[in-house]
C-alpha cells in the first residue's frame, strides 16, 4: 500500500540559468546556481539546522575515455569541481552551524577516485568548506565495493573497497519493478561477465536492488549531474545519476542479450552475423568469469573480434541504441526505491527532500556518457523533480523526450508511480525569455549530437526534417 502520492516528490516547475561558458569566475557561477536556486521559491525550510545533506555528484571517470591523454577532457564528462563546491556552500549555509554534508558517488567500476579526488582537490574542498562552516561535518566517500582493472574492456582485477560507512540497504520491488513480466529475463546484462547475480537479483517475481544507505538516509539528497548525451538511454542528466548510488553495480542490468529478434536488445541488427557474435562473447564470458588469468589472454582475441564484428565507436552492441529496453527500467525502479523508501528499507511516511543542480555550463555530446565532445552550452539548471529536469534538458539539447523511454514510460507507471503531473504541467523558469514558460515551446536551443545509435530517432521533429531536407 503507497504511503506518499506522487504530487508529494517535486514541482514540474524548473529553472534554467545562461552565463558564460566558462568556469574561471567563481563568483559568476555562485550567483548562477543561486539565480536557479532562487527561481523555484523553495520553503524556507528546505534544508533545517542539524540536518543530513547528501550531495551526489557525477563523477563516472576521471578522464575523457577516448582522449585519456587530454589533461581538460574531463571538463565534458563529470560535475565540475567548482559546480561542486558552491552547491555544498549553498546547503551549509542553511544548516547554521549544525548538521553534516556529506559529497559521494560511485564511479564506473574500472575508474579510480583516488586520481578524481586528486586531480580536482576534494580534500582540500572538505578542508576548506569546514573551516568556513565550523559545526558542519563534511564527509567525502566513494561508495564502491570493488574497484576493477580493464584492459580493453575485458576485466583483469579488482581491489575490494570499504564503500559507504553506514552501508548499504536491500530494497526488494518485487511486483512494484518495472522488470515485472521483461521479456529478457535470464538473460539480462550488468556490469560484468556475471550473468548469474544479475538475473538472481531479477527473476519473476523478485526484483531487488542494493544501494548505498547515506544517501537513502538523507533529510535532503541533492543530485548535482553533467549535462550530456548517453548511449543506452539517450541522455544523462538527473534520473541516470542516481545509477551512481549503488554498491554492487552488477545487480543493474544495463541491457538484455541476444538479438531483437531473440528478444534481446544488446544489438540494433538481426543479422546471422550479430547472433553468431552474441554466441561466441556469452561462451567466452562464462569461461572468463572469475578467472582473470584467463582475460589478460582474452585481450589479444577481442582485438581480432573486433576486426571481424566490428569496432564499437562503429557498431551498435551491449544495447547501445534506441531500442535499449532494460536500462531505462533499472533507472525507473532505483527511483522508486528513493522516494518510497527510506534507509532503513521501510516504506517512507515523509517525503525525500529531492533538488537537483545540473551542470551545464560546458555539456557533453555524442559518445556519452563517457567519450563526449564539448557542448559550450553555459547553462544551470534546477529542479525539483528529476523527470521533470530531465524532460527540460533533452528541449534544452534539442531532443525530442517522448523518444526516449526513460521519460515518456515515467509517467506511464502503473505501480508506485513517481511522476504526479502530467507534461503539459512542466514549465521553465530563466534568464532568457525565449525559454520562459512551457518546457516544449522554448526556442532557440541547442543542437547536442546523439551517440550514433540513437541518431536519427532522438532529436527534435524540427532538427530530422532538416536532415531529412539536407
Not at 171 to 198: V, W
Request: glycine share 8%.
Amino acid at each position: 500500500m503507497n504511503t506518499l502520492a506522487p504530487s508529494q516528490f517535486g514541482s514540474p516547475q524548473v529553472a534554467v540559468m545562461h552565463g558564460k561558458a566558462s568556469y574561471d569566475d567563481a563568483s559568476a557561477v555562485r550567483r548562477q546556481i543561486e539565480d536557479a536556486i532562487d527561481a523555484l521559491n523553495l520553503p524556507d525550510d528546505f534544508i533545517q539546522p542539524g540536518e543530513r545533506v547528501v550531495i551526489k555528484p557525477n563523477w563516472v571517470k576521471e578522464h575523457n575515455a577516448s582522449k585519456p591523454e587530454d589533461e581538460n577532457g574531463w571538463l565534458t564528462i563529470i560535475t565540475h569541481p567548482l559546480v561542486v563546491r558552491e552547491v555544498a556552500r549553498w546547503a551549509a549555509k542553511k544548516l547554521q552551524g549544525r548538521g553534516s554534508v556529506t559529497l559521494c558517488d560511485a564511479p564506473q567500476s574500472d575508474s579510480s577516485f583516488d586520481t578524481i579526488r586528486r586531480l580536482h582537490q576534494l580534500d582540500q574542498m572538505i578542508t576548506d568548506l569546514t573551516l568556513e562552516f565550523p559545526g558542519v561535518a563534511f564527509l567525502l566517500f566513494d561508495m564502491r565495493c570493488e574497484e576493477w582493472t580493464i584492459d580493453d574492456g575485458v576485466t583483469i582485477a579488482k581491489r575490494q573497497l570499504s564503500s559507504d560507512p553506514s552501508g548499504a540497504v536491500d530494497i526488494h520491488l518485487d511486483a512494484d519493478s518495472e522488470f515485472i513480466g521483461h521479456p529478457g529475463l535470464g538473460k539480462l546484462y550488468g556490469a560484468s561477465y556475471d550473468f548469474a547475480t544479475t538475473n538472481r537479483q531479477h527473476t519473476d517475481p523478485h526484483h531487488e536492488y542494493r544501494i548505498c544507505r547515506t544517501p537513502m538516509n538523507a533529510d535532503v539528497l541533492i543530485n548535482v549531474p553533467k549535462l550530456k548525451t548517453h548511449k543506452k538511454v539517450g541522455l544523462t542528466v538527473a534520473l541516470k545519476n542516481l545509477v551512481g548510488t549503488t554498491p554492487r553495480t552488477n545487480w543493474l542490468p544495463r541491457h538484455t542479450e541476444g538479438t531483437p529478434a531473440e528478444g534481446g536488445d544488446q544489438f540494433a541488427e538481426s543479422t546471422a552475423k550479430r547472433a553468431l557474435e552474441g554466441t561466441l562473447m556469452r561462451a567466452a564470458k562464462k569461461i572468463l568469469f572469475g578467472r582473470h588469468f584467463l582475460s589478460k589472454l582474452f585481450v589479444p582475441l577481442k582485438k581480432l573480434g573486433r576486426v571481424v564484428f566490428g569496432d564499437t565507436k562503429e557498431v551498435v552492441r551491449s544495447g547501445n541504441w534506441h531500442g535499449n529496453n532494460t536500462a531505462w527500467r533499472m533507472i525507473i525502479d532505483l527511483h522508486k526505491c528513493f522516494f518510497y523508501f527510506d534507509g532503513c528499507g521501510r516504506r517512507r511516511e515523509k517525503p525525500l527532500r529531492y533538488l537537483t543542480i545540473v551542470d551545464g555550463i560546458i555539456g557533453g555530446d555524442g559518445d556519452g556518457p563517457m567519450s563526449c565532445d564539448p557542448v559550450e552550452s553555459g547553462v544551470i539548471m534546477a529542479g525539483t523533480h528529476p523527470v521533470a529536469v530531465d524532460c527540460v534538458a533533452a528541449q534544452l539539447m534539442g531532443f525530442n523526450w517522448k523518444k526516449t523511454r526513460l521519460l515518456n514510460d515515467a509517467f506511464t507507471l502503473n505501480r508506485l508511480p513517481i511522476t504526479g503531473f502530467a507534461p503539459s504541467d512542466i514549465t521553465v523558469s530563466s534568464n532568457k525569455p525565449e525559454w520562459t514558460g512551457p518546457f516544449e515551446q522554448m526556442k532557440n536551443c541547442y543542437e547536442f549530437r546523439c551517440h550514433f545509435g540513437w541518431a536519427g530517432h532522438l532529436e527534435s521533429d524540427e532538427r530530422l526534417a532538416k536532415i531529412q531536407s539536407a
